[in-house]
């Protein structure tokens, strides 16, 4: 699974496994919407590379966690593993917030 990478514009390797640590910027408020996304909160998630550090891209992710604007949290972004969270097999929904992240450790 490794082998799923691209650069992004900022000359940053970005890795594609399906989850990804993001900060919470904002939310989404759509009075229409498919139904799946009824009664469910979205908010923007700005996505974080290895330091901390913005990567540029974002998601809008229906939350899962009870997060908010601010938090650090961690994010599946893989539409059948989103679904399965979610118990709906057919939804158009691809990221989903699945926890809400306290410390990040990486060793060298």
Known sequence: MRDKQSIDDLG???????????????????????AAFN??????????????????????????????????????DEGNGARQVLNLKTAPIRAVIVGIVDDVTISS
């Open 12 to 34: 940053q390797t970005i890795y594609d496994w399906g989850m990804y640590v993001g900060k919470v910027s904002g939310t989404v408020v759509a009075t229409i919407k498919h």
């Open 39 to 76: 009664g469910r909160k979205l908010l923007i998630v700005d996505k974080l590379g290895e330091n901390g550090q913005l990567t540029g891209g974002y998601d809008i992710c229906v939350d899962t966690a009870q997060a908010g604007v601010g938090d650090t949290v961690l994010v599946l």
